[in-house]
């Protein structure tokens, strides 16, 4: 399951890359009520956990300790796994994700900061411990979280939508969001995010954003 972190009051939920499906992430809306998730990825980083945005899911069934277990007798596999082999970075996320499906907030960050230290440049688990921090309301380092995976993979288009999402929503700068959104649509490649990120603009737009910057093209 993926998570994406995209806040649109028209389809923009914050977007994880828990897992490497499709995604469905689990929702966030903007402030004051947002539209429903519908029309989501099919759940990643990232996304998939209810409807949330499609911003990108990636595709491949994860390897996840506990196979079909339920999430309390899968979070305790991982838990031994980890006890056992505290170097292993798969049971390492795959904790962190149980967690973020069970909305243990700050259980999943303590999990995916163990797996970051073991390898602090993967995008996915920074995009999806940082949607935990966001949802915690700890906006700040949601952010540091979005943009490092960015850095690290600029073509990782779930951290930059949700990084236009933390700006329009939670930091309002307007102008910083409409940059990354814009970034989706001409880096994109996928085309997955591109209608996001066009509707993400004009919804600004709609809302009294500052003028002068381009036309969205169509979502591909």
Not at 94 to 123: H, R, T, V, W
Not at 139 to 148: E, G, I, T, V
Not at 184 to 213: M, T, W, Y
Request: hydrophobic share 40%; glycine share 14%.
């Amino acid at each position: 399951m993926n998570r994406t972190l995209v806040a649109l009051a028209v389809a923009l939920a914050v977007v994880g890359c828990k897992k490497n499906e499709p995604i469905t992430a689990a929702p966030i809306a903007p402030p004051g009520g947002g539209m429903p998730q519908g029309g989501g990825m099919p759940q990643g980083g990232g996304m998939p956990q209810g409807g949330g945005m499609p911003p990108g899911g990636m595709v491949g069934a994860p390897n996840v300790p506990g196979g079909g277990a339920g999430v309390d007798q899968r979070i305790a596999i991982a838990k031994q796994l980890v006890a056992q082999n505290p170097k292993d970075v798969q049971a390492w996320i795959s904790l962190g994700n149980d967690y973020f499906d069970s909305k243990q907030q700050q259980a999943a960050i303590d999990a995916y900061g163990k797996a970051l230290e073991l390898n602090p440049k993967n995008p996915d688990v920074l995009t999806d411990q940082g949607v935990m921090y966001r949802d915690l309301g700890q906006y700040d380092k949601a952010l540091a979280n979005f943009q490092k995976a960015n850095q690290i993979d600029p073509n990782h288009m779930q951290s930059l939508m949700n990084i236009g999402v933390v700006f329009a929503y939670d930091l309002k700068d307007t102008k910083r969001a409409e940059e990354a959104w814009l970034k989706v649509i001409a880096n994109d490649k996928s085309g997955r995010f591109v209608g996001q990120a066009s509707a993400a603009i004009a919804e600004l737009r709609q809302r009294g954003a500052p003028p002068g910057i381009p036309g969205a093209p169509p979502a591909r």
